[in-house]
């Protein structure tokens, strides 16, 4: 997909809710027990609204597709959209200074305007340090980059099932 070729990238899927994975030095990174990547629910907001998992402020409530839903003015919700989703980006890029952050979701195929105007909201938060080499591009698999990424994990890992329980 879209990663190909870089040993260090974020992957953001954008959808109903915000699901994510990092590769560091080519390796997929899970965290401790499979628990780590939860990019949805990176805190963006010190005492934000309620968020479905229980804690409050995180980056999905505010830019997920679920987000824009119901909101009068869809020119403002799209514009605070990238916003919520830029601030985030930028944190990302600021932990991990990736060659690349892939947005997948469904929200990455409206079009190049959509990836060009979060990229814009991401680089203008981002330490200019930490994403001098960092491209902010749309998944080469669409809204099944993720699909196919998870699939490709339970084949990899099986012949290391020590890392992952299935």
Request: with cysteine; charged share 15%; glycine share 16%.
């Amino acid at each position: 997909g879209a990663g190909q070729g870089a040993t260090h990238v974020v992957f953001l899927t954008v959808g109903t809710g915000i699901g994510g994975a990092v590769v560091i030095d080519g390796k997929l990174f899970n965290g401790y027990a499979n628990r780590g990547t939860e990019l949805g629910h990176v805190p963006l907001i010190a005492n934000g609204e309620p968020c479905a998992c229980g804690s409050v402020g995180c980056l999905e409530h505010y830019a997920s597709t679920s987000a824009l839903v119901g909101d009068q003015i869809a020119k403002v919700s799209l514009e605070e959209h990238c916003d919520f989703l830029g601030h985030g980006i930028a944190g990302f890029i600021n932990i991990f200074s990736p060659q690349k952050i892939v947005i997948g979701g469904g929200l990455s195929e409206a079009g190049d305007f959509y990836i060009q105007k979060v990229s814009e909201k991401a680089r203008s938060y981002a330490i200019p340090d930490c994403a001098v080499n960092t491209q902010i591009i749309a998944a080469a698999l669409g809204n099944k980059a993720g699909s196919i990424g998870a699939a490709s994990l339970v084949f990899t890992q099986l012949s290391a099932p020590n890392l992952i329980k299935l």
